[in-house]
Structure formats: structure tokens, C-alpha cells
């Protein structure tokens, strides 16, 4: 039994290879290359909720208030905050026209919090585009024009990516390059690149620049009011009604600092568990257990064969070898491209085994009904979020 696990695993990781390599080919890195933008460049909607981000929301809005783009305005809307963040933004409003501050209504029942932010954002929107952000987020200068000429040059509705997520803590180091690594490996987003017909593709609330018209035409996130991943949902939308999605790399003109501490990546990714819990209990097993023989028990079966008092693996060791090169290939690959520090490829293993271990908690929390966290407020599965 063990050459065909062995070699099943083996298999499974070379696919996996291939898939990323295809995928760094495929993604384009929005702003390498000048675009151009229509000949009359429409009045693009900058949109931020922001809850609790007295502390970020200040370099976010001083990035974006220095785009280059000719028609631009910004709305943050204050998401019933109990810190500083409306006294922030509005000193920065009394300063420039194109910043404006809402206030932000009580969550109505049946809505997740972030997309009755972004529901109320874009209902007073202007503009013929629309650039969902968060207020974590940094912008180069230059990201504007970048979105809409690539937007412009190949007929998209939507274009989301990956931003470049700051690390500057050991365990930001350690598990936030673990998931991009897991999403670049694990996601076919050359597929949905080269597709003449559209397809759902990878969408990042973190960066979601769509066309108004095609928004309000699928019900914007009204469609999606219930999600508590309301970003990929909305993506789901879009290309079941027809819409064309573009995913690029961000990495040049956005960064994010995503979560600050090790109590926030667990409620994070485990807030993205929670979802994937809901479409079937077998699914969310297949996944884990896929995960975790792929990326962590090949590291595990080395660590055994060098440890005198367990099993000896004797032919197979170079197999097992073989399946630790590539993963460790594949993470080195990752990591060039986003400028993470290779030291930490190694970390790899902990970096997974942290996410799959929040995403089991995450998992437990819902079929208990306890539900999850996050922005203070609860989320149960009583409630129809998903």
C-alpha cells in the first residue's frame, strides 16, 4: 500500500506544480506595463467600510488621495465604529472635497456586516466604476489608472487579485504566506484567465474594481447579503449573469497588512473555514485531509525515518525526499514572487498546519452552533450566513 499512497502523493504534487507554474504565467502584474485608459476616463467611485480602523485608515486614504487618475472620488463609510475612525476620516474630508464620510445604518437582520457597508457605499456612489477596498490597504500611486486601462483594454466587468500582504511578525511570516501558497497551488486561475466564456474567478475584498452598471445589474451586494465571504460570492454572481472577470497581481500598487496577531489569522481564516464548512461536512474533510497529506506528512514521514525509534521507510525515503523538494520548490517560487523572506519557506508545514487547525475549529463552531467572530460582531448558523 504504501507505493501507491507514495505515489498518489507524488503525483498530486507535480499537478499541483504545474498548475502554480501555469498560474504565475498567467497572472498579469497590474502596473508592469502602461496601459491606456479610455478616451474620456469615467469618474471612478473609491468605496471603503471601515469598522474600528482609527489606526489604518489614515495612510489609506493619504495613498489614494495621491492617484494619478483625472475623475476619482472617495466614500468611507463609518461601519457603527467605537473608536476614532469618523474623527479621522472627517479631518481628512474637511481637507479634500473628494473624500466623503458616511455614517453607517444598523445592520438589518439577514445581512452580514460587510456587505450592507458596501451596500450603503454604493448606493451613494457616482461614479461609473466602482473600487471596493479596505481600509488596511495601501495604494501606489498609479493604481487607479492601472485598473481601469487593464479593465478598458480587456473588456472586463470585474478585476480583483492579490495584493502584496505585509509581514512583520513571526507568525505573520509564518502562516500568511502559507495561504497564498495554498491558493496559487491549489486554484486553476489560468483557467478562468484563458477563458473565451466567463468564469468565477479568485475575488479579494481587499481589492474588488467593477463596472457600476454590471454591479447593479446582478443586484450587487444586495445578491450577496447573507455571505459572510461576500467577495468570492459576489464573483460566483457576476460570471453566472455573463460578466467577465480579470485576476491579476497586485502585488506592485496595493499591499495590506491583513492581520495583526496570532488571535486575528485564527479568527480570520477560520471566518473563511466557517464558510467552506457550509456547503457540506464531506467537503470540508476532503479538503483538510487533502491538505494536510500533500503539504504536511511528507515533512512528517522525513522527521519519522530520521528518528531512530520509529519506522524506517528504507526504499521509499527517496520518494519522500522527492515530495518535500517539490513542495518546497513550489513555496520558493511563491515566495519570489511576492517578495517574502525565503528563511521562512521552511516554516511551511507550521504555516499549514495552522491553517488547517483554525479551519477545524471554525468548523466545530458551526455544527455546535456557538457560529464565529469577527469586527465584534457573531455570526451562527441560525442566522443563514454563509
Same mark, same amino acid.
Given at each position: ?304 525515518? &530520521?528518528?531512530?525509534?520509529?519506522? =524506517? ?5 527517496? *520518494?519522500?525526499?522527492?515530495?518535500? %523538494? $517539490?513542495? +518546497? /520548490?513550489?513555496?520558493? &517560487?511563491?515566495?519570489?514572487?511576492? =517578495? ?5 519557506? *521552511?516554516?511551511?508545514?507550521?504555516? %499549514? $498546519?495552522? +491553517? /488547517? ?30
Amino acid at each position: 500500500m504504501w507505493h501507491i499512497y507514495l505515489g498518489a502523493v507524488t503525483l498530486g504534487l507535480s499537478v499541483l506544480l504545474v498548475n502554480l507554474l501555469l498560474n504565475l504565467r498567467a497572472l498579469h502584474k497590474l502596473g508592469s506595463e502602461k496601459g491606456k485608459l479610455p478616451a474620456d476616463p469615467p469618474l471612478i467611485s473609491v468605496l471603503i467600510p471601515a469598522r474600528n480602523e482609527e489606526e489604518d485608515i489614515v495612510p489609506c486614504l493619504e495613498s489614494l488621495t495621491k492617484q494619478d487618475y483625472p475623475a476619482y472620488e472617495i466614500l468611507v463609510l463609518d461601519d457603527n465604529s467605537t473608536d476614532k475612525t469618523a474623527e479621522r476620516v472627517a479631518e481628512i474630508a474637511a481637507k479634500d472635497p473628494r473624500v466623503r464620510l458616511l455614517r453607517g445604518k444598523p445592520l438589518p437582520q439577514g445581512w452580514a456586516g460587510k456587505p450592507y457597508a458596501c451596500h450603503q457605499l454604493a448606493a451613494e456612489a457616482k461614479g461609473s466604476w466602482l473600487l471596493f477596498t479596505d481600509a488596511d490597504t495601501v495604494h501606489a500611486p498609479g493604481m487607479l489608472s492601472s485598473a481601469m486601462a487593464y479593465a478598458h483594454e480587456h473588456k472586463l466587468s470585474l478585476i480583483s487579485g492579490l495584493p502584496l500582504q505585509k509581514t512583520v511578525s513571526f507568525s505573520q511570516r509564518v502562516v500568511v504566506p502559507a495561504m497564498y501558497f495554498i491558493i496559487l497551488c491549489g486554484i486553476p486561475l489560468w483557467w478562468v484567465q484563458g477563458a473565451r466564456r466567463p468564469r468565477p474567478g479568485l475575488v479579494i475584498g481587499q481589492f474588488i474594481f467593477v463596472s457600476a452598471a454590471d454591479y447593479r445589474e446582478v443586484g450587487g451586494h444586495e445578491a450577496v447579503r447573507s455571505r459572510i465571504l461576500e467577495d468570492i460570492w459576489l464573483g460566483f454572481t457576476l460570471a453566472r449573469h455573463g460578466k467577465r472577470l480579470g485576476v491579476v497581481d497586485l502585488s506592485g500598487l496595493v499591499s495590506c497588512r491583513m492581520y495583526e496577531g496570532v488571535g486575528e489569522l485564527w479568527e480570520g481564516f477560520g471566518k473563511f473555514a466557517y464558510s467552506v464548512a457550509s456547503l457540506g461536512t464531506w467537503l470540508f474533510v476532503l479538503i483538510a485531509l487533502g491538505v494536510t497529506g500533500l503539504f504536511i506528512t511528507p515533512f512528517v514521514l522525513i522527521a519519522s525515518h &530520521l528518528t531512530p525509534w520509529l519506522p =524506517n521507510f528504507g526504499d521509499w525515503f527517496a *520518494i519522500i525526499v522527492a515530495q518535500v %523538494v $517539490l513542495i +518546497l /520548490v513550489m513555496r520558493v &517560487l511563491v515566495d519570489r514572487r511576492f =517578495n517574502y523572506k525565503r528563511l521562512y519557506s *521552511i516554516s511551511l508545514p507550521a504555516g %499549514v $498546519l495552522f +491553517l /488547517v487547525a483554525s479551519g477545524i475549529w471554525a468548523w466545530k463552531k458551526r455544527h455546535t452552533g456557538d457560529g464565529v467572530s469577527w469586527k465584534d460582531r457573531t455570526y451562527k448558523p441560525s442566522t443563514r450566513i454563509q
